[in-house]
């Protein structure tokens, strides 16, 4: 199982910025994935999740109407586009995955179990 991250960079507060994820070794058509980010100081949290098997998505509050999950079933990739942003949001972004989860909100609940390597996502002016 492999996760590669990419899509972090620098941007202003209010700009938009799309990560992706292509996976390896298994196929989005099951699993439940997601995004977690760590920032400075702070735990390690989850700020979207997506069901493969019947598109269900969870956002936690801080990030509902602002953050979307979204899938390419024939690249395999998973990506989050993030609008509005805001300097809190500034993080390292991973993805993450359980084999043997299904649920959206479970995943982003109980956290995954395979991780990919991290992006930075700074927001500032």
């Known amino acids: 199982v492999q996760l590669q991250a990419s899509g972090g960079g620098l941007v202003q507060p209010g700009e938009s910025l799309t990560l992706s994820c292509a996976a390896s070794?298994?196929?989005?058509?099951?699993?439940?994935i997601g995004w977690f980010r760590e920032a400075p100081g702070k735990e390690r949290e989850a700020v979207s999740c997506?069901?493969?098997?019947?598109?269900?998505?969870y956002y936690p509050d801080f990030v509902k109407g602002r953050f979307t999950i979204s899938r390419d079933k024939s690249k395999n990739t998973v990506y989050l586009q993030m609008n509005n942003l805001r300097p809190e949001d500034t993080a390292v972004y991973y993805c993450a995955t359980d084999l043997g989860q299904a649920s959206s909100y479970a995943l982003c609940h109980r956290g995954p179990k395979e991780w990919g390597q991290g992006t930075l996502v700074t927001v500032s002016s």
């Open positions: 997506l069901s493969t098997n019947n598109d269900i998505t």
């Open positions: 070794g298994f196929t989005l058509n099951r699993p439940a």
